[in-house]
């Protein structure tokens, strides 16, 4: 699955302000920012991702995720360890 497919899942599940993905084959890479996140702890932030791709997950398409989620304020802090 590419990356900007993935993306777009997310981006249309998530009310976002960036979603950064790095798919190598079935592996996959992200970093989610929305200010939905606020007050959150990681686990429901993730649980939040996974359900923009869980079809993905079940069918073998996506195998490994790895995910880093931020509030906007977090990311202002954090995004210069991301290429900015």
């Given at each position: 699955?590419?990356?900007?497919?993935?993306?777009?899942?997310?981006?249309?599940?998530?009310?976002?302000?960036?979603?950064?993905?790095?798919?190598?084959?079935?592996?996959?890479?992200?970093?989610?920012?929305?200010?939905?996140?606020e007050?959150?702890?990681?686990?429901?932030?993730?649980q939040?991702?996974?359900?923009?791709?869980?079809?993905?997950?079940?069918?073998?398409?996506?195998?490994?995720?790895?995910?880093?989620?931020?509030?906007?304020?977090?990311?202002?802090?954090?995004?210069?360890?991301?290429?900015?």
């Amino acid at each position: 699955m590419k990356a900007l497919d993935i993306k777009a899942l997310i981006e249309q599940g998530i009310d976002s302000e960036e979603v950064r993905v790095d798919a190598n084959g079935n592996n996959v890479q992200l970093v989610v920012v929305s200010s939905v996140f606020e007050g959150l702890l990681p686990i429901k932030r993730q649980q939040l991702v996974y359900g923009c791709i869980q079809e993905q997950i079940a069918d073998g398409t996506i195998h490994a995720v790895t995910m880093k989620t931020f509030t906007p304020t977090q990311w202002q802090k954090e995004k210069v360890f991301y290429g900015g």
